[in-house]
C-alpha cells in the first residue's frame, strides 16, 4: 500500500534551518508529482511546495518563497524540504502528499516548531 514517512521535524530557532524528508512507497516514486504542505493550529492546511516527477519543475506557495527548496532523489524515493530562515509563523504540521493516478494520498506529518 501506499506509504508516506516525512521526518525531519523539530524544534529550530527563529532564522534558522530544517531540511525534511518525505520517503515513499507502494506505488512508483518516478512517476509521481509530490508536494509538501503544511497547517498551522487554527489555520488551513496550505500547499508550501510541489516539484513534478522528475524533479526538473518546482512551485512554490507565496507564504515560504525564496526561503524553501523542494527537492527528490528517486533512486532513493525520497522527496526534501529545505527550509531557511525560519520564523515564529512557520511553526506548523508539514505533510507530504502524492498524487498517483489522480489520487491523492498523505503522510501523517512532521512537527516544525521556531521559537526561541
Known amino acids: 500500500q501506499v506509504q508516506l514517512v516525512e521526518s525531519g521535524g523539530g524544534l529550530v530557532q527563529p532564522g534558522g534551518s530544517l531540511t525534511l524528508s518525505c520517503v515513499a512507497s507502494g506505488f512508483t516514486f518516478s512517476s509521481s508529482f509530490m508536494m509538501w504542505y503544511r497547517q498551522a493550529p487554527g489555520k488551513e492546511r496550505e500547499l508550501v511546495a510541489s516539484?513534478?516527477?522528475?524533479?526538473?519543475?518546482?512551485t512554490y506557495g507565496d507564504s515560504m518563497k525564496g526561503r524553501v527548496t523542494i527537492y527528490r532523489d528517486n533512486a532513493k524515493n525520497t522527496v526534501y524540504l529545505q527550509m531557511n530562515s525560519l520564523k515564529s509563523e512557520d511553526t506548523a504540521v508539514y505533510y507530504c502528499k502524492a498524487r498517483i493516478v489522480g489520487y491523492d494520498y498523505w503522510g501523517q506529518g512532521t512537527q516544525v516548531t521556531v521559537s526561541s
Open positions: 516539484i513534478n516527477n522528475n524533479g526538473g519543475s518546482t
